[in-house]
């Protein structure tokens, strides 16, 4: 198992920035990749963005790209993983619970949280105008 661990997060003001970063520990030397998605009431949980941990490339959804940054910290790490979700000139429509995922890559699916068996607990960000 992967237990993932989420903390960051909180109430900012439009423009602002806030930082989230997910601990993955456990059975992480099957874990391919990390990301982050993130729910709004009333909606569907969505893909936000990704890092394969292996190779270091990055996968935004369009809503944040430019706005937002996913890294790994400690590329090198073999049991405690840990990537950083630094998000810069928030909106409003960026206020949703943000859950970090981990598991497999697919180059086909790695969109769909159905990809992705590992998840953290959810972080509330409040984004307001």
């Known amino acids: 198992q992967v237990q993932l661990v989420e903390s960051g997060g909180g109430s900012v003001q439009a423009g602002g920035s806030l930082r989230l970063s997910c601990a993955a520990s456990g059975r992480t030397s099957s874990t391919i990749s990390m990301g982050w998605f993130r729910q709004a009431p009333g909606k569907e949980r969505e893909f936000v963005a990704l890092v394969r941990w292996n190779e270091g490339s990055t996968f935004y959804a369009d809503s944040v790209k430019g706005r937002f940054t996913v890294s790994r910290i400690n590329a090198n790490a073999k049991s405690m993983l840990e990537v950083l979700l630094q998000m810069n000139s928030l909106k409003p429509e960026d206020t949703a619970v943000y859950y970090c995922?981990?598991?497999?890559?697919?180059?086909?699916?790695?969109?769909?949280?159905?990809?992705?068996?590992?998840w953290g607990q959810g972080t509330q960000v409040t984004v307001s105008s």
């Open positions: 995922a981990a598991g497999p890559y697919s180059s086909s699916s790695y969109t769909s949280s159905n990809s992705y068996p590992h």
